[in-house]
């Protein structure tokens, strides 16, 4: 099977500006922020160490701002949580419920809700 990777997720949201503020303070890094054609906007930001981007703005999505969830997988969830607490998240205490992995919760612009969840291991599955 030939390999296949996500690379983008779009994420609905109701205020554009107020989003890229908030991924800017998480120190991601911005990739583009145009305006292809009048009413739409596309803001793309990549997580440190990511391969994968979100993709939010105006005019992109019909999909309702809150109704998204996205999943931050981290190698180490105890230090990744106090680096969002130290960029000005409010990301809930580690739990851990199993069978899954210790994990946080914290929300984002417009009731986007984020998990962080540290990543165990990775299965090679073909």
Not at 28 to 53: H, K, M, N, Y
Not at 66 to 73: A, D, K, N, R, T
């Amino acid at each position: 099977m030939v390999d296949m990777h996500l690379e983008v997720n779009i994420i609905p949201v109701s205020d554009a500006e107020r989003s890229k503020q908030f991924y800017q303070s998480l120190g991601w890094r911005l990739d583009d922020d145009v305006a292809p054609a009048e009413g739409v906007r596309l803001i793309q930001f990549t997580p440190p160490g990511s391969a994968c981007s979100i993709t939010f703005g105006t005019g992109i999505t019909t999909t309702a701002p809150g109704s998204v969830q996205g999943g931050l997988i981290v190698s180490d969830i105890d230090t990744a949580r106090g680096e969002l607490v130290r960029r000005g998240v409010d990301p809930t205490e580690v739990f851990h419920g199993a069978p899954f992995p210790r994990a946080a919760r914290a929300a984002g612009p417009g009731a986007y809700e984020l998990r962080i969840v540290r990543l165990l291991q990775r299965s090679r599955r073909q």
